[in-house]
């Protein structure tokens, strides 16, 4: 290798904040497709598994299967208790709204991954995009956010403040996309 | 000097990984985040039975997800050794042998979890249908004990698999604070 080639990789050209951004947004952009995901899988399990009439039967604690899980007997009474608060609580739109969420976010998040491994590379659209995909997810949390809002205190324990941690950082990043973009526009000026 | 300049980005885009192998580490990092969001909240549904069917569907999305990494981890080594790329330049000895021994204890922990994993389903009695399609032959007769030993190990080395992605990440946010190029190698430059 070359020295001019180490030169160009050893310092990589292109504003640092973009380096800092894009590693924040990949890496929690990973973080943030588990997060969704997880979410749109909740979703579908309850569902296709909760009974139509949203009526759950006593729990059934086999011994060997509380050996196996290394639970008590209450707490097996408390994994179908949480289900059954879960039912309970969530108003009929809920659900509808709650999937579309994640399946809009677990979407955004992976571009997230792919507007900041742009900005790592220092590509010339990146910071352009940044703003949108990390404005869409702030949105997507703030949508969340009233939703969660109003359903009632047992989903507001479950998902409130969560949800208000990701907006509260996708306002950062959205923020930050756009200030670092308009310090590199003065730059070049 | 332009014609120099040309010649070294070149030179510096072949430093990097593969579009493959980047696609491939992209997957494998989004996927394993999802089984450890997901298996957290999975694990607190309630107890198979007939009238609870809550488990289901995740524990199997779990275990073909699982499956599917074992095999994307093959393709990425095999890319990997097929297309090398350039030893790092401006790493201090140590911070070498640390990422030398950090990718190697990835490699080995992600097929030790997924194997464990593997092997814990088959002594459990419970059948694995690859993406609901591949009937997988059941390695092991049901064994309570078997399966509990498998499902400890399963536990201890995806706890481990997360400590070695911590390392892994602290390096790759470390890079891409400093600057210095070295994260750009995992982006498809």
Redesign the interface.
């Known amino acids: ?2 020295d ?3 030169s ?5 050209p ?1 504003a ?1 904040w973009e ?2 951004l ?2 924040v947004a990949i ?1 929690l952009g ?2 943030l ?3 969704h ?2 979410e749109w ?2 979703q ?3 569902a ?3 009974p139509a009439n949203g009526e ?2 006593p ?4 011994e ?2 509380l ?3 290394g ?1 008590s007997v209450g707490e ?1 009474e408390q ?2 208790s ?2 059954r608060s879960y039912l309970v609580s969530a108003p009929s739109w809920f659900p509808g709204l709650m999937t579309s969420l994640s399946a809009a976010g677990t979407i955004l998040a ?1 571009a997230s ?1 792919v507007v900041g ?2 900005l ?2 220092h590509r010339a659209w990146a910071s352009a995009a940044a703003i949108p995909v990390f404005g869409g997810l702030a949105l997507i949390d703030a949508i969340g956010f009233i939703g969660v809002i109003n359903a009632g205190p047992i989903l507001r324990g479950l998902y409130l403040w969560n949800v208000l941690e990701w907006f509260v950082i996708h306002l950062m990043m959205t923020v930050g996309a756009a200030a670092g973009r308009a310090a590199s526009a003065d730059t070049a000026g | 000097m332009e014609r ?1 300049r040309d010649v ?2 070149v ?2 885009q072949r ?1 990097g990984y593969s579009r493959t192998a980047v696609i491939v580490h ?1 997957l494998l ?2 996927s394993i ?2 089984l ?3 298996s957290w ?9 007939e ?4 488990r ?3 524990f199997q ?1 779990h275990k073909n997800i699982g499956i599917t990494l074992v095999f994307l981890l093959a393709l990425l080594l095999i890319v990997r050794l097929k297309q090398r790329p ?1 030893p790092l ?2 790493q201090k000895p140590w911070m070498r042998r640390l990422a030398l021994i950090d990718h190697v204890a990835l490699y080995v922990l992600i097929v030790a979890v997924c194997v464990s994993g593997y092997l814990s389903s088959s002594y459990s009695g419970w059948g694995t249908t690859l993406w609901w399609a591949i009937d997988l032959p059941n390695w092991g007769y049901e064994n ?1 004990e078997l ?2 030993l498998y ?1 400890d190990i399963h536990l201890w080395t995806g706890w481990a698999l997360l400590a070695v992605l911590s390392v892994h ?1 602290a390096g ?2 470390y890079h ?2 400093r ?6 190698r995992m ?3």
């Open positions: 290798m070359s001019v080639t180490r160009v990789i050893g310092s990589a292109g640092a380096s800092w894009g590693v890496v990973v973080l497709t588990a997060a995901g997880t899988t909740r579908h399990v309850l296709i598994a909760a759950l039967p729990a059934e604690c086999p060997d299967e050996i196996e899980e639970l097996c994994l179908v949480n289900v992976l991954v491994a742009a790592v590379d | 120099e070294t980005t030179e510096a430093d992209w990092a989004v985040f999802f450890f969001a997901s909240w999975m694990l607190a549904l309630p107890l198979p039975s009238e609870f069917r809550f289901e569907f995740p999305l350039s330049q401006l309570e399966n509990i499902s990440i790759a946010v891409a604070f600057n210095d190029g070295i994260v750009r982006l498809g430059v």
